[in-house]
């Protein structure tokens, strides 16, 4: 009997060493299951962790990102869909070639592009200081056949910028300033046609470039003023301009 109980002793002491080597594989950690399947790290060391260095071989896998410059370019179309590229075509040409520009401001149609109009006339008085005689000539017939021609065209159904324009005219003829600009105005203040505001500029104009010799055209542009009749007082405001510009010439002319 004590045998048997010797014996039945032996296997349970056998069974729960089994039971105890059973428990500790199962929890403890597998050294080839660790090698494949890396340890995953706490959030904090993650925020810590370093960036991957860049190196030689995972450069050439970064893209550039693109320039402020290249982001904020916007196409401004082609020329001819830009109504300010031929006035800038004239100012730079100006600024570059000085009198050099001169053939291309005679060459604009001013009654077709606006803009490069005003670059136009203003340009050609500007640059009569420092014309040839020749030159100059040129300008002084540009500017009177464009006042002359944007006069016309001021009373006709395409009427855009052309009183503009002739009122650029006439100031471009007293920047040129020689007795042969003083004549053209003159010429052009006895035409019936010429706006009152525009014949009071000329007389305003002709009186500091001491036309004297322009005082017939001024005493009849006087006597026409006179027999206008205003409308409103906006017109009364410029006959009364018109009649102290040319009182004022007359009495320093008449002297």
């Given at each position: ?55 030689a ?21 082609d ?15 100006l600024?570059?070639?000085g ?9 604009v149609?001013?009654a ?9 006339i203003?340009g ?65 203040l ?23 010799e ?8 006087a006597?026409?003023v ?22 004022k010439a ?6």
């Open positions: 009997m004590l045998r048997d109980g010797r014996t039945f002793a032996g296997i349970a002491i056998f069974i729960a060493f089994l039971g105890v080597f059973a428990w500790r594989s199962q929890t403890a950690p597998n050294a080839r299951t660790s090698a494949l399947v890396p340890s995953v790290p706490a959030s904090d060391e993650v925020a810590a962790a370093p960036p991957p260095a860049v190196t071989e995972t450069r050439k896998d970064l893209k550039p990102l693109p320039s402020a410059s290249a982001a904020a370019t916007v196409d401004a179309g020329d001819d869909e830009n109504p300010f590229a031929g006035q800038e075509s004239l100012k730079q040409a600024a570059q070639e009198l050099g520009a001169l053939p291309k401001l005679l060459a149609d001013v077709k592009d606006g803009y490069a109009a005003a670059v136009a203003e050609l008085g500007a640059l009569a200081a420092e014309a040839t005689p020749g030159d100059r000539a040129k300008i002084r017939g540009r500017l009177t056949e464009i006042l002359r021609s944007e006069e016309k065209r001021s009373g006709g159904a395409d009427s855009r910028g052309a009183a503009g324009n002739a009122s650029m005219a006439i100031d471009a003829l007293l920047a040129v300033g020689d007795g042969d600009a003083a004549k053209a105005l003159a010429k052009e006895a035409d019936p046609a010429i706006p009152i505001h525009h014949g009071t500029t000329i007389v305003l104009g002709l009186t500091k470039l001491n036309a004297a322009a005082l017939p055209e001024i005493r009849d542009f006597k026409r006179g027999n206008e009749r205003a409308d409103d007082d906006f017109e009364k405001q410029v006959l009364a301009e018109a009649t102290e510009a040319c009182e007359i009495a320093t002319f008449a002297k």
